[in-house]
């Protein structure tokens, strides 16, 4: 009986020593509550780092745009004659284009220019502008007349293509009676065969 419980208690001392000997891993778990105020945290610097940089951007937009309005006002001069609705300003930033001879049809490099003048009154959607159709020396005066009409008409109809309104534009022809060049050579001529863009103010 003694030596029964002898071995009993010598087999529980090795069962003893071999689970002392088995430590448990001990397993840290973060808190999900620490986790999560982490992630919002970083969310809200992320909102908060996105919302200046579109402050910025707004603010530097504004800047561009004051800018812009101030060069263009300050690039306005008044013609000598009146246009057809009111007086006639002159704007460098309003680029001509010009025109085969005998034609009226936009051609390809004068689209990109078009493209400009158009950016540039959608930015100003209360300007108003007056298109002049013009000619070279040759031809009649009524013949170059009806072309410096559709020279101004097919300019108009592009701007209006690319957003331009079209009561905002008025067109007016001159033929050849106003050369840009008095010249009498093609050089002169290829300038005076254009549509010139003023601006009109009532």
Known sequence: MFKKSLSILI?????????????????????PSVKKGEEAA?????????AEKAAKERELAKMKEEEARK??????VAK??????????????????HFDFDKYDIRPGDTEILKENAALLMKYPKVKIQIEGHCDERGTVEYNLALGERRANSTKKYLISLGVKADRISTISYGK??????GHNEEAWAKNRRAHEVILSK
Not at 15 to 25: E, N, Q, S, V
Not at 83 to 92: A, D, Q, R
């Open 177 to 182: 009676e106003r050369p840009l060049d008095p």
């Open 71 to 76: 060069e263009f006002e300050k690039g306005l």
């Open 80 to 97: 000598k004659e009146p246009g057809i609705e009111g007086e006639v300003f002159e704007s460098k930033l309003l680029k001509d284009i």
């Open 11 to 31: 087999l529980f001392l090795c069962l003893g020593l071999i689970m002392a000997g088995c430590p448990k891993k001990t397993v840290v778990k973060e808190e």
């Open 42 to 50: 970083e969310r809200e610097k992320a909102a908060k780092l996105e």
